[in-house]
């Protein structure tokens, strides 16, 4: 887990030479790539959403490709299409910019519902489907998306089931006045991201996200998980809770955050930090209680408040000895019954 943590920090450093100030949403960044996940950045425009996106692609060392999502899109435009070459005489497919080992996604909402859609294959089965043809895409495949607040002008609201392929959504927010400045000072002459490096490769990139797997999770914590998840679907103003993906999230966000965090265990203050990133965005909210201000974010907060944790170790302990007095009771049986014969 030392290793995960120091390229974390690694590559953390050099994202945070661009965007200032936000170190939470920049590990949270470092989370959905650890996972193999896709993340989602949504904040009103000018606050860096696009340029958190570039200065990750830039510090690995992975193929990348920009999309910039307008209304005329078309899903051969993102996917690729197939052309009829008249000196061979027969249809040649040219990949579109989605075969690409990291994808920004550019105001992904201001595209129609048709071509949002040509993403959903992509982002679940790693394929695309083109022209009755299947084709795999590269290896490792995220999808960074941005999108502006849907209350904006121009703007398509992304489909639930879209939504649920985003492992994260994160917000960045306004920077402080001390972080303000600090940013104007940086760019008086020119622009840090010009000056950024990669410092991560794809094959380290790969061994970390296979190692990350091997964080163990207790099985109280796993429970907690459920808990959480399932509180979602009964409360009283949501519509819609998370779905089972939302639980794997949960469970595999969890594992890469505690190995940023340089242990080889996660807790349930991991499960805490990652739950409204993990989960308010697969919510959809009643309309009786969306008339009164109810956000996601507000009922998860809520849940998190009135779920109880329970204690890992014990629970742990529990399992553990029951696990021995049933293994006794079955050396008994056998036992017994060699006597028999």
Same mark, same amino acid.
């Given at each position: 887990m030392t290793t995960i943590q120091e390229t974390g920090e690694k590559v953390a450093a050099n994202v945070e030479r661009v965007i200032i100030g936000k170190s939470h949403e920049v590990r949270l960044t470092l989370v959905a790539l650890l996972c193999r996940g896709h993340l989602l950045i949504e904040d009103?425009?000018?606050?860096?959403?696009?340029?958190?996106?570039?200065?990750?692609?830039?510090?690995?060392?992975?193929?990348?490709?920009? /999309?910039?999502?307008?209304?005329?899109?078309?899903?051969?435009?993102?996917?690729?299409?197939?052309?009829? !070459?008249?000196?061979?005489?027969?249809?040649?497919?040219?990949?579109?910019?989605?075969?690409? $080992?990291?994808?920004?996604?550019?105001? /992904? !909402?201001r595209a129609t519902p048709k071509t949002q859609s040509s993403l959903l294959e992509c982002m679940e089965e790693h394929q695309a489907t083109i022209d009755?043809?299947?084709?795999?895409?590269?290896?490792?495949?995220?999808? /960074?998306?941005? $999108? !502006?607040? %849907?209350e904006y002008e121009g703007t398509f609201a992304l489909p639930e089931a879209q939504l649920d392929r985003f492992m994260l959504r994160i917000r960045l927010g306004y920077p402080s006045p001390a972080d303000e400045v600090t940013i104007l000072d940086e760019q008086k002459v020119s622009h840090p991201f010009d000056e950024l490096q990669e410092v991560l490769g794809v094959?380290?990139?790969?061994?970390?996200?296979?190692?990350?797997?091997?964080?163990?999770?207790?099985?109280?914590?796993?429970?907690?998980?459920?808990?959480?998840? !399932?509180?979602t679907r009964t409360h009283p103003d949501v519509y819609l809770g998370a779905s089972p993906r939302g639980s794997l999230a949960l469970y595999?966000? +969890? $594992?890469?955050?505690?190995?940023?965090? +340089?242990?080889?265990?996660? %807790?349930?203050?991991?499960?805490?930090?990652?739950?409204?990133?993990?989960?308010?965005?697969?919510? /959809? %909210?009643k309309t009786s209680s969306s008339m009164h201000d109810?956000?996601?974010?507000?009922?998860?907060?809520?849940?998190?408040?009135t779920v109880p944790v329970e204690d890992a170790r014990g629970a742990s302990a529990d399992r553990k000895g029951a696990a021995a007095q049933r293994t006794q009771a079955a050396a008994r049986r056998g036992a017994t019954g060699s006597l028999a014969q």
């Open positions: 009103v425009p000018g606050t860096g959403k696009t340029m958190l996106a570039k200065a990750v692609a830039r510090s690995l060392g992975c193929s990348f490709r920009r /999309i910039q999502f307008t209304p005329d899109l078309l899903p051969s435009d993102v996917t690729g299409l197939s052309i009829y !070459n008249q000196k061979t005489q027969e249809f040649e497919f040219r990949p579109g910019p989605i075969m690409a $080992q990291v994808v920004l996604a550019d105001e /992904i !909402n009755g043809t299947t084709y795999p895409m590269p290896e490792p495949f995220l999808v /960074i998306a941005t $999108q !502006n607040p %849907i094959a380290e990139l790969r061994e970390l996200q296979t190692a990350v797997r091997q964080v163990y999770v207790d099985p109280s914590v796993a429970d907690y998980i459920v808990r959480l998840v !399932n509180a595999r966000t +969890g $594992q890469a955050l505690a190995a940023i965090a +340089g242990r080889d265990y996660v %807790i349930p203050d991991d499960v805490k930090m990652l739950a409204e990133s993990a989960l308010a965005h697969r919510l /959809i %909210i109810i956000d996601p974010r507000q009922v998860v907060a809520e849940i998190l408040s």
